[in-house]
């Protein structure tokens, strides 16, 4: 099982980032897929989810409004797409796989208790 968060750098405040999870050696489709980042001294916060039929999303307060999570299970990919970033939103970001079975309608945005979650990918707001 494999899940590879990529796409992150640096960016001033009110830029944008689209960030991708590459998945494999799972059944995707079987699967809701989160964000979640950790911010250095701070706890790790959930960010975003994607139930594994696509239909639903949900984020985090902070969030919501400017970020918005998507996925191609035929590409096996989930992107994340952040506009107007500011200096908050720096941390490396994580996308994790929580197993729901197919067809399912709902995800939770949560920080820990992930089934498979892989290395992350830097993002830098600067002022």
């Known amino acids: 099982v494999q899940l590879q968060a990529f796409g992150g750098g640096v960016v001033q405040a009110g830029g944008s980032l689209r960030l991708s999870c590459a998945t494999s050696g799972f059944t995707l489709t079987y699967y809701d897929i989160v964000w979640f980042r950790q911010a250095p001294g701070k706890e790790r916060e959930g960010v975003s989810c994607?139930?594994?039929?696509?239909?639903?999303?949900y984020y985090a307060d902070s969030v919501k409004g400017r970020f918005t999570i998507s996925r191609d299970n035929a590409k096996r990919m989930v992107y994340l797409q952040m506009n107007n970033l500011n200096p908050e939103d720096t941390a490396i970001y994580y996308c994790a796989a929580d197993y729901s079975g197919w067809g399912s309608y709902v995800c939770e945005v949560r920080a820990q208790g992930h089934d498979y979650w892989g290395q992350g990918t830097l993002v830098t707001v600067s002022s």
């Open positions: 994607i139930s594994s039929n696509g239909y639903s999303t």
